[in-house]
């Protein structure tokens, strides 16, 4: 019996054509052929979309808090000229503070929207969280006094100033 007793079955010691071989090896060295070229591009692509990652995370780590939250649009767009004063603000004043805004009879605004009355005021509300608007003027420690006249509020210390007539006052 020296088979597997079935007709068409290899038996032990039957030679195998070379050409089988030949076929198995070209096969074999195809995948991984295969696999380390894939695992190449693979690699390559990641430290590419790294670098451009890392790039990216400079540029935001360089901006200010607004500047992150608007991109390129220039900080806040439309409502605050200079948005320094805005950033310093968020850094002085205590996330329990309460504010109010004073709008002098010399401030221009930036826009004058349709469909809202003061784009800055909506703006700073927005941003100032969570920092509440005084329901009154003399209820509030903090002031943005936009344009207002020297010594509008003389029990007030002015602790920000911006370029575009933003003064942050904080009282006393």
């Given at each position: ?115 809202t ?9 927005y ?11 003399s ?26 007539g ?7």
């Amino acid at each position: 019996m020296g088979g597997l007793g079935r007709a068409g079955a290899r038996r032990v010691g039957a030679a195998v054509p070379v050409r089988s071989h030949v076929y198995a090896h070209v096969v074999r060295v195809g995948i991984v052929a295969t696999v380390v070229l894939t695992s190449v591009v693979a690699l390559s692509a990641l430290v590419v979309g790294m670098r451009d990652l890392d790039a990216t995370s400079q540029q935001n780590a360089a901006l200010g808090p607004l500047d992150r939250i608007y991109g390129n649009l220039g900080g806040a767009p439309n409502a605050i000229r200079d948005p320094r004063a805005i950033e310093r603000a968020l850094e002085i004043m205590p996330p329990t503070a309460q504010y109010a805004l004073v709008f002098g009879p010399r401030w221009v605004p930036v826009r004058t929207p349709r469909w809202t009355t003061s784009l800055e005021r909506d703006f700073l509300k927005y941003h100032l969280l969570p920092r509440r608007e005084a329901a009154r003027v003399s209820d509030a420690g903090w002031i943005f006094c936009f344009a207002c006249p020297a010594g509008a509020f003389p029990d007030a210390r002015p602790r920000v100033r911006s370029s575009d007539g933003i003064v942050l006052l904080e009282r006393r």
